[in-house]
């Protein structure tokens, strides 16, 4: 944001100063828009500044909620003759117009109660700025939380709006600096609705953001590259994070998106033209999460899809099985010999494989210079000799799909560092650890969760959130993670890049658990697919 800003000031374009008003005004309006009964009639508002621009961003808000005819009362959390220029024209421009009173462990008392009337509480003490835990306010903050969870059922509690980001939590993580035991959003201070400005950061899709902020507005200040389509063009709703030419592609994280061109069949076309998927399984009784897996590959659209299971698996999966081809693969040799048909463009490998059995098939699979997508024992096989795998990962058209638990099998210190408390803002985050990790393998690494990550070894990396409108709780279940190595797998048959059959696959996959719904498990994952397209258009 910061590089962004920079360009549009530095271009002439526009001032610190205009930008501010911009982002004060726009937090107004996503209030009257959120919240209509506010519009109808002047009410009153406690506004909470602190001593940066985000304060200053407080002061505008406080000044255009005044000429509306609101009832306003400032508290500043610092000092004002240290407050950065752009904040401290607002400040003057307000203290015109009406009182500023010292934010300080002491003044919470006067905060609003049920029944003062107070309809708005404004948070505009930290935005992207917050360098260190902020502790210090805990008693406000229990105060504010209060209201805010009672404006959530009780309307004569005050909405609880926060400016760009709520005030503790850190803007580029998600993360509660400072907190070590104790489970942040029970003090910190929570909104009802965040009014952030051209695209969402980090923080607000990644670890605490989601139930911090209550619901993100992303308002347009007017700078470049904003997050919106351009005319016509296909795109989910939510925009991009960072999506700007002041920033480099390495350092820019975007929100996932599909492929939707890529994801279209055309007439003329037969079914090599899709690619041809492999995915290897495990022995008797085993064999249903490769199955799962070989689903999802068939229904995202790879033309042919075979299972490879061990002899002895043979007639459970053939039982099983219609669309999906059948082969029997005793061995690695077996695997060498079936890949000599050139056919096969895309493996996946992990899903009930068994750990020998992945330790012996990999090797082959990544040496054959096919796409593969390695998950569950495919990954833990590695445990014990995760460079092992990345020598043979490094370079390679590879997307690494590991849960939590498989990241720190074979990315303990990187692991180490993401669960370890925050100190600081910015705070290690998931798009650093899956970055770092992807660097690490050479290759595209999707570390699983609410706030899925997509980073590939060049540091390009996408977050795909299962947040806000897109939560999906009904997909932690099992075997939803095998279907989303089928998913990818089947992409990567088809021709995507591993990046793109990555973050399109985590994508889908979401969207098949939103458009199913509750009772979700995971073999109506695949089965969703088509009602998914056609929402599309494909
Ligand atoms: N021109 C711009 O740069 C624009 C900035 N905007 C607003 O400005 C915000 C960023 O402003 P700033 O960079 O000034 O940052 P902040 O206003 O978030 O805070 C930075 C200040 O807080 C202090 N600080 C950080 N953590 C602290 C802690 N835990 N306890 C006490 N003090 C702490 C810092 O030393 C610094 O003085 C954005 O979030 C946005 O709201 C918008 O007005 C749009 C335009
Ligand atoms: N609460 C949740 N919200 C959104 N997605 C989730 C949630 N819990 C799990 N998921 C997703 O479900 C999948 C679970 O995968 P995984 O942990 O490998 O399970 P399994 O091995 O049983 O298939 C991942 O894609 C993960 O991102
Ligand atoms: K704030």
């Not at 930290?126 to 360098?131: E, P, Q, S, V, Y």
């Not at 990345?390 to 990962?393: E, M, P, Q, Y």
């Given at each position: ?5 920079e ?11 205009e ?13 009257f828009?959120?919240?209509?009964e506010?519009a109808a009639?002047p ?5 909470l ?27 500043l ?25 010292a934010?300080?462990?002491d ?14 509480i404004?948070?505009a003490i ?6 260190r ?15 805010n ?20 939590l ?23 609705l965040?009014?952030t400005?051209h ?20 308002k ?29 592609p390495g ?10 061109y ?8 037969h ?10 399984s495990?022995?008797?009784?085993r ?16 033309g042919l ?14 039982a ?20 000599k ?11 009930g ?7 012996a ?5 990544l040496?054959?210079?096919r ?18 795998l990345?020598?043979?990962?490094r370079?390679t ?5 590991p849960h939590g ?12 560092k993401l ?18 990790a992807a ?17 590939d070894a ?18 932690a279940?099992a075997?939803a ?7 990818i ?14 973050e ?22 695949p ?8 929402a599309?258009?494909?």
């Open positions: 944001m910061r590089a962004i800003e360009a549009a000031i530095a271009s002439g374009a526009v001032t610190g100063l930008l501010m008003e911009r982002a004060g005004r726009g937090v107004v309006e996503a209030v828009e959120e919240w209509p506010l009639a009410q009153r508002a406690v506004v500044c602190g001593p940066g621009n985000n304060g200053g961003d407080g002061f505008v808000v406080a000044r255009l909620l005044r000429e509306w005819g609101w009832e306003v009362e400032v508290y959390y610092g000092d004002a003759e240290k407050l950065p220029p752009d904040a401290r024209v607002n400040y003057g421009r307000w203290v015109e117009m009406g009182a500023v009173r934010l300080d462990e003044a919470p008392d006067g905060y609003p109660d049920e029944g003062d009337g107070v309809a708005l404004v948070d930290f935005g992207i700025g917050l360098t835990p902020f502790l210090t306010l805990c008693r406000m903050q229990d105060q504010v939380n209060l209201c969870a009672a404006s959530r059922s009780n309307p004569a509690f005050p909405h609880v709006v926060a400016v760009d980001v709520p005030s503790g850190s803007s580029d993580s998600g993360a509660y600096p400072g907190y070590e035991d104790e489970n942040p959003l029970d003090s910190c201070m929570l909104a009802n965040t009014v400005f695209a969402k950061k980090l923080g607000h899709v990644l670890g605490y953001g989601p139930d911090a902020c209550g619901k993100v507005v992303v347009d200040i007017g700078l470049e590259g904003g997050g919106r389509p351009r005319g016509g063009e296909k795109r989910p709703p939510g925009g991009a994070v960072g999506r700007c030419p002041a920033v480099p350092e820019r994280v975007t929100l996932a998106e599909p492929s939707f890529r994801l279209s069949k055309f007439p003329g076309e079914k090599y033209s899709h690619g041809h998927a492999l995915i290897l495990g022995g008797p009784g064999g249903g999460a490769a199955r799962l897996a070989a689903r999802g590959a068939l229904r995202i659209g790879a899809v075979t299972l490879g299971c061990p002899p002895a698996a043979l007639i459970e999966n053939a099983q099985l219609n669309a999906v081809m059948l082969r029997p693969l005793r061995d690695a040799e077996a695997l060498a010999e079936l890949l048909d050139g056919r096969i463009n895309a493996l996946g490998l992990g899903p494989l068994g750990l020998d059995r992945a330790r098939l990999v090797p082959v699979a040496e054959s210079g796409a593969c997508v390695l998950d569950a024992d495919a990954l833990t096989a590695f445990a014990e000799a995760p460079e092992l990345f020598g043979l990962t370079g058209a590879t997307v690494l799909t638990g498989e990241f720190a099998r074979l990315f303990p210190d990187i692991a180490e669960t370890a408390p925050a100190q600081t803002g910015p705070a290690y985050c998931r798009v650093d650890a899956a970055r770092e660097a690490r393998a050479g290759c595209v690494v999707l570390l699983k969760g609410p706030d899925t990550v997509i980073a060049g540091g390009r990396c996408a977050v795909n959130s299962a947040a806000y409108e897109r939560a999906v709780p009904w997909l279940t075997g993670g095998d279907v989303l190595a089928g998913f797998a089947g992409l990567l048959a088809r021709g995507f890049d591993p990046r793109g059959a990555a399109t696959a985590a994508w889908l996959h979401v969207e098949c658990a939103r458009s199913f719904g509750p009772g979700l498990i995971a073999e109506d994952l089965e969703e697919l088509p009602q998914v397209f056609r599309l258009g494909l």
